[in-house]
């Protein structure tokens, strides 16, 4: 009974071990390739531009950030502002930046689904 146990344990280790490394590779495999194409760099920049001084939600490659003001964008970066403080998120990490939602009287939407 024991063995099964430790077996099933070790099977379910290196399950997770794989997903991890896979993830990690998936990451790797998609900033290479931002990295070998400058174009669609200028371009991402040039696109985080419209955001400024806007209040913005930012998806990156593993999180988001939600109800953040974009205050400057720079070649490799873009610096945000959260409830008073300021943040560097790396331009190589964002895969989406998206206005926050607003209702038919302006006030912010509480729950927002993508």
Do not use: H, W
């Amino acid at each position: 009974m024991r063995s099964e146990f430790f077996i099933l344990f070790i099977v379910l280790f290196i399950v997770i071990f794989i997903k991890k490394s896979n993830e990690r590779a998936t990451v790797r495999r998609i900033i290479n390739a931002k990295r070998r194409s400058k174009g669609e760099k200028t371009q991402m920049t040039e696109l985080a531009k419209r955001f400024i001084d806007k209040e913005c939600i930012i998806y990156t490659l593993n999180s988001q950030l939600d109800g953040v003001t974009v205050k400057e964008v720079s070649d490799g970066a873009v610096l945000v502002e959260k409830n008073g403080t300021l943040e560097a998120v790396n331009l190589d990490f964002i895969t989406r930046i998206r206005e926050y939602p607003r209702g038919k009287n302006g006030k912010k939407k509480s729950i927002v689904l993508d």
